[in-house]
């Protein structure tokens, strides 16, 4: 099974845990892609009805309204029930690694105000401890030099993403070199740096269910 074709099969999977659900919140990468595409088939089949949306970032949305999904501001919904997402990292004890596609402050944003959290990846992603993959930490641009040096001193190597900005206006780190033992300890570390909006460790708020797929299926972890 290609990677492709895991992420999927277990896009399919995560749209059994929806049920009719009045509203979703959509994640950003390639895994929500290959959801919003099945979800709006099934609808354009008559199978469900379409939930309404709230978007991590601009790029899904302009998906989901092609899909003819209404995208509803998060400010706007009471109660957010689903999450789905996807992740560059996860590990046994269901904290992520996210934002390789930049969109890590929008998902956690949305992750946080959700009941449940869904993840959905590919077998590739699934490690014994965070790290492998660069950690993305967004900074405000005027304080990009700072959080490097303090960046260093927690022992990453981290890499300024040349010629990007996010949607919000700043730049990202991606540090290499991490070994993230205790994910929860480092998310705070971090996020409490000046400067910092956010990190990419998912661990303050985990998933509560992954699905991922591979040549075997998809399986689950609680």
């Not at 990846?121 to 014994?128: A, E, I, L, M, Y």
């Not at 790290?131 to 890499?159: C, N, T, Y």
């Amino acid at each position: 099974m290609s990677s492709d074709t895991a992420k999927r099969a277990a896009a399919a999977a995560a749209i059994e845990y929806l049920g009719e659900e009045p509203v979703v919140g959509f994640g950003t990468g390639s895994t929500v892609n290959h959801l919003i595409e099945l979800l709006a088939a099934e609808v354009d089949s008559g199978r469900r009805s379409l939930p309404a949306a709230v978007s991590s970032s601009q790029r899904t949305t302009a998906l989901l309204l092609d899909g003819g999904f209404a995208v509803l501001d998060l400010n706007d919904v009471p109660q957010l029930a689903i999450y789905v997402d996807g992740a560059d990292e996860f590990e046994p004890g269901l904290a992520l690694t996210k934002g390789g596609g930049a969109a890590l402050t929008g998902e956690k944003i949305v992750a946080t105000a959700a009941q449940t959290f869904i993840c959905i990846v590919d077998d590739s992603k699934r490690v014994d401890v965070l790290g492998g993959f660069p950690l993305p930490v967004e900074v405000i641009p005027m304080a990009h030099a700072s959080v490097a040096r303090q960046l260093r001193d927690l022992g990453g190597d981290p890499k300024l993403r040349q010629g990007l900005i996010t949607e919000y206006g700043n730049v990202i780190f991606d540090v290499h070199g991490l070994r993230i033992v205790d994910p929860l300890t480092i998310e705070l570390e971090i996020e409490a740096m000046p400067g910092v909006v956010t990190c990419g460790i998912f661990a303050q708020r985990r998933a509560d269910l992954v699905l991922m797929g591979s040549d075997t299926g998809v399986r689950e972890f609680r």
